[in-house]
């Protein structure tokens, strides 16, 4: 029945092109008949539901674009209730309640289309928001689930609307049709029943897959999209059924499906620890080593599975979370290994003196400190790359985080030069001159990167001359690196990279530092030398002048005998004021004093015989 909509579509589409009418100028008959055929069939045109590309545009619209499906719930109730009212099929007067259903003889209209659909994707919506509550509230679960039965009854009932009647064109029929099977197979993925929701989900892309090739470019990738976010639901329910393979569910993981994270991470763990009793040995360096710990053994394991989970995602953000697992893990595994190897006493001695036998588990060790050291390497040159392009190409950085300075990155360099730098420390690894010298030329690469954005770190501080020797010392660097035949091919392409970028800033640097010469020459340019040589040198210090006679015996230090200074000495005062003050009369005193003195001559002396006593 698929194929043979199908082709009735592709008939319909082929058709609106190939039906031309040519008719003569004189035969106004034929016109008119024309005419009447153009008018009955738009009588009788079939109805047209584009549904994914409707209910795609409305979610966009309404919530689901930062995952709000509570406002998208209620902006379907809203719909539903103003499209049953515009096409008369309102269920309710007052407070008695008459259920309406859309049926095949009252279909006129492709709002009647439009009912069943919202009412879906209303219950659909609900369900979404319970899956991301039922987080925290588990009870919540069988809510969803009913919500989601109900989201595939009405899915159900449209698409036996549209298959019944012969109102509806083929792409409604056959869109209606996949909507149905993907609503009812994810109802089966979340119940468990994975042989149903895969043949259902399966039946669900196949016809979006055909539906793509029918339909434009516009159209046909929105179906694509479609079957891509089909595709891992129907790799989880073939895990679970028991034909998918462990790369498949690891690269399920790095999709993502839905709420399902949590539980693909569970189903990977279970699988490593299945894995695991089967790594008993590991050989590196030419030493084989028996692996006896179990953190040490899920470690390796995560290890290597890693490399796929990185070559499937391009999200910088997403390797740093991979690399840092890997970390915490390792740390587990070396703490681990650490505290047997501490019983050992070659290992003692050997941490202690540095000299040694280095036996198998203390190799171990060293391994493991290797890989320590080499994620640690890629889990800075993720972060680097983001940093590099936010401060080459000036773009802003993103809320909440800081703007990248060349101080931060010169920073991250030196620490992946003192990590490497450690490698050939480790124990057993004194002697491989293979893999130092593979260190080496990496430390030589990594330098060249420092030296040029500590150039950079001199440019933002306006200092030309010491940014053009950084430069320069750069330079050297990338030749040596180059000439180096044990780097890798990568990292000789971005040497290349690197010197355009040094020659276009070494111009710049070169540029202001010219400028600055000549602003220092002009300043020159201006002072007087030719009186500098009558002048002693004392009193010209700050001023360049080569004196011949400076080395002839007769130089020109100082002035003797020195000559006179005036000094300010000791001030002397004069009163001159005292000369213009007029002072008061004393007449009148001097006068009474002299008469009281001659009256009272005799009574005073006899005063002290009794006389003139009161």
Not at 461 to 487: C, H, I, N, P, T
């Amino acid at each position: 029945t698929k194929l043979i909509l199908l082709d009735s579509l592709l008939q319909e589409i082929m058709t609106k092109d190939e039906k031309e009418v040519d008719v003569d100028d004189g035969e106004a008959v034929m016109e008119e008949e024309v005419e009447v055929e153009e008018v009955e069939v738009e009588e009788v045109k079939p109805l047209s539901l584009k549904v994914l590309l409707l209910i795609r545009d409305q979610q966009q619209k309404h919530g689901l674009r930062h995952a709000d499906y509570q406002r998208y719930r209620g902006y379907c109730s809203r719909r539903l209730r103003r499209i049953r009212k515009a096409v008369g099929l309102v269920q309710g007067e007052k407070k008695k309640f008459h259920k309406k259903e859309v049926s095949e003889e009252g279909l006129k209209e492709e709002k009647h289309l439009h009912i069943p659909l919202v009412t879906a994707e209303r219950a659909w919506a609900y369900y979404m928001q319970l899956k991301f509550e039922s987080n925290s509230d588990p009870r919540k679960k069988f809510h969803m689930i009913n919500r989601l039965r109900k989201a595939r009854k009405y899915g159900e009932q449209l698409d036996s609307l549209c298959a019944d009647s012969d109102k509806v064109d083929a792409r409604t029929k056959l869109e209606t049709k996949a909507y149905h099977c993907w609503l009812t197979g994810t109802l089966h993925f979340e119940t468990g029943k994975w042989a149903e929701a895969q043949a259902m989900l399966t039946q669900a892309r196949t016809i979006y897959e055909s539906l793509s090739q029918a339909v434009g470019e516009e159209e046909g990738s929105l179906f694509r999209q479609k079957m891509d976010e089909i595709t891992p639901s129907l790799r989880y329910c073939s895990y679970n059924i028991g034909d998918a393979s462990r790369a498949d569910l690891i690269a399920l993981r790095g999709e993502g499906v839905g709420g399902q994270g949590g539980d693909l991470d569970n189903l990977i763990s279970q699988t490593r620890e299945e894995q695991a009793a089967t790594l008993q040995d590991i050989e590196w360096r030419g030493r084989k080593m028996a692996v006896k710990h179990e953190k040490v053994r899920l470690f390796l394991l995560s290890y290597q599975e890693s490399e796929q989970e990185l070559a499937k995602t391009s999200q910088s953000e997403t390797k740093v979370g991979v690399y840092e697992s890997l970390l915490l893990d390792c740390k587990d595994g070396l703490q681990a290994l650490r505290d047997d190897l501490l019983v050992d006493p070659e290992f003692r001695s050997r941490q202690q003196n540095g000299e040694g036998k280095v036996g198998s588990q203390h190799f171990l060790y060293t391994y493991l400190q290797f890989i320590r050291h080499n994620i640690t390497l890629n889990r800075n040159t993720v972060l680097l790359q983001s940093m590099r392009d936010q401060l080459d190409k000036g773009e802003k950085p993103e809320e909440g985080k800081k703007t990248v300075k060349a101080q931060d990155i010169v920073r991250m360099y030196e620490n992946m030069i003192q990590n490497l730098g450690e490698i050939p420390t480790l124990a057993g690894l004194e002697e491989d001159d293979d893999l130092s010298a593979g260190i080496q030329s990496k430390i030589t690469f990594y330098k060249a990167f420092r030296s040029y954005y500590i150039a950079q770190a001199f440019i933002a501080s306006q200092k030309w001359g010491e940014a053009m020797a950084v430069f320069q010392r750069s330079m050297q660097y990338v030749g040596q690196a180059r000439a180096d035949s044990s780097l890798e091919k990568n990292l000789v392409e971005e040497l290349a990279k690197l010197e355009t970028a040094i020659e276009g800033r070494q111009f710049v640097a070169h540029a202001n530092s010219i400028l600055e010469t000549e602003m220092a020459t002009d300043k020159m340019a201006g002072l007087e030398l030719n009186t500098a040589k009558t002048v002693p040198l004392v009193d010209r210090l700050d001023q360049y002048y080569e004196d011949p006679d400076l080395v002839k015996g007769k130089p020109n230090l100082i002035n003797f005998p020195p000559e006179f200074s005036p000094i300010p000495c000791k001030p002397l005062f004069y009163d001159v004021a005292l000369y213009h003050v007029e002072m008061p009369s004393l007449d009148h005193k001097l006068e009474t004093a002299g008469a009281e003195a001659g009256a009272g001559g005799l009574g005073g002396w006899l005063g002290g015989w009794g006389w003139g006593k009161k």
